[in-house]
């Protein structure tokens, strides 16, 4: 096996050991379908998150076998090598090569895998597999399934149960290993030079597009395969809309820009956020709205820590902007009001933050047995606080279409976090400073 892909292998054996203490079956996890753009293109193809996390091979029209018990191995279903083919798209591993690189115990041809279902499935006592994401690979499995139950008068028994192997994997996938956070790390700070690039060509006059390019060739030049997400390039008053993709419209001298792009490296996100002025100064308004965002995302960060409850950063970030939307004229009332109300969410509708990883909304769940779950070391999740304010009757108008959001990816530690996306500027001072130099 090649040793770059022994954590893949790390995760199989872990996987295979739970499987195992369960009382052992297969489980069987597909990678993503290559999907038409239009004709005969096809979008760009990205293994399944799940099948990525198992495996980390890149080819599509490949399933994993994971079959546990007595004798634990992992197979890998894949395409042959086809020169024909090959000369036309590209290298394709082969079973073989696949075994020998990946650390699979056995591969074979894609072609063979239903008949090889049948024989895999006989007598094992459960199935595990995420049923409901793809019809058709649903009927792929309970026609194999079927299959082996017409076997059951030569003595062979059938699985008796189908079990969601997400929610064996979200757990696991939840609490990031070394080469996990290594990825990450390197994640952000390729987006790092992206969102500098972005302050320091950022011009009244240019477009939002323009500026989207910039990240887009600092996330390619550094490495990363993708965004991770639609960039959001949010001029002015779109910096209101949420999930504003467009990034079509000129950028206005007294306007802010919000920025929240990461790239996707080897599977896995980066999701920052920046806000900074068109021109390069913070008028007043914008000033106090945007050191009131970022003392509530400082807020969010200081209760970031192992064994804190996942609303706390929520709940800290919540008290901060509604203490602030008060004292800038926004809302009226007292706090406790406001905070009952839930009056605040008129400037900020969306939650503190999400896990993040080899999606940008990651996976796991966020409550255990009905209460918010402890944060442990080894997660990692966003902490993004915003201000939303759009033009309209009794908002004082010095504030109108300024929205701001200010996001970090964070690393829970053993005794605190770490901020992964530190190094990008997020003082109004630095923020000032480079795009002072940048226009000097
Ligand atoms: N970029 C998506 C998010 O911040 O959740
Ligand atoms: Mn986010
Ligand atoms: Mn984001």
Redesign the pocket.
Same mark, same amino acid.
């Given at each position: 096996m090649n040793p770059a892909f022994a954590p893949f292998h790390n995760r199989r054996q872990r996987l295979l050991d739970t499987l195992t203490r369960r009382g052992g079956g297969v489980a069987i996890v597909p990678t993503a379908a290559e999907v038409t753009r239009n004709r005969d293109t096809h979008y760009p193809f990205r293994p399944d998150s799940y099948f990525h996390y198992l495996s980390g091979f890149p080819e599509p029209e490949a399933v994993l076998v994971l079959v546990a018990g007595d004798t634990p191995r992992s197979l890998l279903f894949c395409r042959d090598k086809n020169i024909e083919r090959e000369i036309w798209d590209g290298f394709r591993f082969g079973p073989e090569a696949a075994a020998d690189e990946f650390g699979f115990d056995e591969a074979h041809p894609i072609a063979d895998l239903d008949t090889q279902l049948t024989t895999l499935l006989a007598n094992q006592p459960a199935i595990y597999f995420a049923l409901g994401h793809d019809l058709a690979w649903d009927k792929r499995l309970v026609d194999a399934l079927n299959r082996v139950r017409e076997q059951v008068r030569t003595g062979i028994t059938a699985p008796a149960r189908i079990q969601d192997l997400h929610a064996e994997l979200d757990e696991m996938r939840l609490i990031k290993d070394s080469h996990e956070v290594l990825t990450m790390r390197r994640a952000a700070a390729i987006s790092d030079v992206g969102h500098r690039r972005a302050m320091q060509v950022t011009r009244p006059g240019r477009h939002e597009y323009e500026v989207e390019a910039e990240l887009l060739h600092a996330f390619r030049q550094g490495g990363a395969q993708s965004p991770a997400?639609p960039a959001?390039v949010a001029g002015g008053a779109n910096a209101c809309v949420l999930h504003y993709v467009s990034n079509a419209c000129r950028l206005a001298d007294g306007d802010l820009l919000l920025i !929240?792009?990461?790239c996707e490296l080897d599977g896995y996100a980066s !999701?920052? *956020?920046r806000t900074f002025p068109v021109n390069g100064r913070f008028s007043g308004p914008q000033r106090d709205v945007y050191q009131l965002v970022l003392a509530a995302q400082q807020a969010a960060i200081d209760a970031t820590a192992p064994g804190i409850a996942w609303n706390v950063p929520h709940d800290a970030a919540v008290a901060v902007l509604a203490q602030g939307m008060l004292d800038l004229g926004l809302l009226s009332g007292t706090l406790d009001g406001v905070l009952e109300a839930g009056d605040y969410r008129r400037f900020y509708m969306h939650r503190t933050g999400h896990w993040l990883g080899l999606d940008?909304h990651d996976v796991g769940d966020y409550k255990r047995d009905g209460d918010w779950r402890p944060l442990q070391t080894g997660m990692t999740l *966003?902490v $993004?606080p915003g201000c939303y304010i759009r033009a309209a009757d009794k908002v004082p108008e010095a504030f109108w279409n300024i929205g701001i959001?200010i $996001?970090d990816d964070v690393l829970i530690t053993a005794d605190g976090c770490d901020i992964l996306s530190a190094a990008t500027p997020k003082t109004i001072d630095d923020i000032e400073a480079l795009m002072r130099d940048a226009h000097a």
């Open positions: 997400y959001i !929240d792009a990461g !999701d920052i *956020t940008v *966003t $993004e959001r $996001e």
